[in-house]
């Protein structure tokens, strides 16, 4: 990760970065792979960690600039067989709420989107039967540019993204 933002470094100044990794694992707590899981944390909170550190570097440097992370709905509930995935997720979201007060009087905007719902494909035609049953992944980056745009008297610490069709 670090590499990473010293390789950006190179192409100009940052300013918005988005954290958006995630690995899943499945299935009954008593059955769960205790290595996947601990992969999945990994990849979800910690890398969420790394990220955030490293942006944060840089933006406090700069005196502004957005850090976004992608949550789920894991972030906020966990559901029978999911632990593994829920742990990652609520995690990251607790990362983002602590980033945010500790960053917002550095000019630095922190937040957390909880995206609840399928992705479609990106390039794939819409299918008729499923039209709006699915998040456009142009809609969703059009919603996390928006927040890196938002005036500070009104900043977004949480944003949640669902198709209409979605249970909540």
Avoid at 138 to 161: F, M, N, P
């Amino acid at each position: 990760v670090a590499r990473l933002f010293d390789t950006a470094d190179k192409a100009g100044t940052l300013a918005l970065v988005v954290f958006n990794a995630s690995a899943r694992t499945r299935g009954p707590i008593a059955e769960l792979d205790a290595e996947a899981v601990k992969q999945a944390l990994l990849v979800g909170a910690y890398g969420g960690f790394l990220v955030g550190q490293q942006a944060a570097r840089r933006l406090l440097v700069r005196g502004s600039g957005s850090i976004l992370f992608t949550g789920a709905t894991a972030s906020v509930k966990g559901f029978p067989g999911s632990a593994g995935f829920a742990m990652p997720k609520f995690g990251l979201r607790g990362l983002a709420q602590s980033m945010a007060r500790e960053l917002a009087p550095q000019n630095i905007h922190v937040a957390h989107f909880i995206i609840d719902g399928q992705i479609a494909p990106p390039g794939q035609a819409a299918d008729p039967d499923l039209q709006d049953r699915r998040l456009s992944p142009d809609a969703i980056a059009e919603a996390y540019l928006a927040v890196h745009r938002q005036h500070r008297s009104a900043w977004s610490s949480e944003l949640e993204l669902r198709p209409w069709v979605e249970t909540f």
